[in-house]
């Protein structure tokens, strides 16, 4: 005899839909092509996209982000540990998590909702938004908009034939050199060595990058909570593995 469902009363439902989302029904393959044709939806350009949509509390006076705009962006922002760890940190501030993948952003995205839900007037500072950052920012932010980037645990793409999708190339700086305000900071971190050593080459030689040095860093809140925010960094920290870190300043166009 087939059981009878009980309907689940008003307080129940609550319950059930404050619940944080679950990673196991999230699971998708590490690995995906930037370069690849994606269905992703973008605005024309900056000033076509609602960003109320993604944070409403920017249209509300009494917020801490009336009426401002995304001046952090996460790329790659894999579950959104570091967007989680930084809203409290910096409430005056828009943090966006970009993520290629659907089922992860998919995640962050209904983390991010369970989270508001359960405690009010909090979180209302992050979001997240499934796009391709390597083709797309300059359709989002205008020139010189973001001041803190992030790129933790990059696919490393170990193949030499697949560095050309590695999220860190002459290209892709160029793209991100646009959006970044001058003195704005890029922070990096992996631990493979040879991806470290690639980013590290790589913004060196690009004409609008500095490196900032380690003993500069020590003031900076954020750089404490690069290591372990993220899942895949609290995998390395338990697999007892290596955390390369470095940090860029974007500088100023020496040919204006």
Not at 50 to 74: A, G, Q
Request: proline content about 5%.
């Amino acid at each position: 005899m087939e059981k009878t469902k009980r309907l689940l009363n008003e307080d129940e439902t609550d319950k059930q839909e404050l619940s944080l989302p679950q990673k196991k029904y999230y699971r998708q393959r590490a690995h995906s092509n930037p370069i690849a044709d994606h269905d992703f939806d973008y605005p024309s350009c900056p000033e076509a996209y609602d960003w109320s949509t993604l944070y409403p509390d920017v249209t509300n006076t009494e917020s801490n982000i009336y009426n401002r705009r995304v001046e952090m962006l996460d790329i790659g922002c894999g579950y959104g540990g570091l967007l989680v760890t930084m809203s409290p940190m910096f409430p005056d501030s828009m943090i966006l998590g970009m993520e290629i993948r659907v089922k992860v952003s998919q995640y962050v995205i209904e983390r991010i909702k369970a989270l508001r839900a359960n405690q009010p007037n909090c979180y209302n500072n992050i979001a997240c938004i499934r796009t391709n950052a390597i083709k797309y920012l300059p359709n989002f932010f205008k020139k010189g908009q973001i001041k803190k980037m992030f790129f933790l645990y990059p696919d490393p793409h170990f193949k030499k034939s697949k560095h050309k999708w590695r999220i860190i190339n002459d290209t892709t700086l160029s793209e991100y050199a646009y959006v970044l305000a001058e003195e704005a900071l890029v922070y990096t971190v992996t631990d493979v060595k040879d991806l470290h050593e690639w980013m590290v080459q790589h913004f060196s030689e690009h004409g609008l990058f500095k490196r900032v040095e380690d003993g500069d860093l020590k003031d900076d809140p954020v750089v404490d909570k690069l290591y372990a925010s993220s899942e895949e960094g609290k995998k390395v920290t338990r697999n007892n593995g290596d955390k390369f870190l470095a940090v860029f300043m974007r500088i100023k166009d020496p040919d204006l």
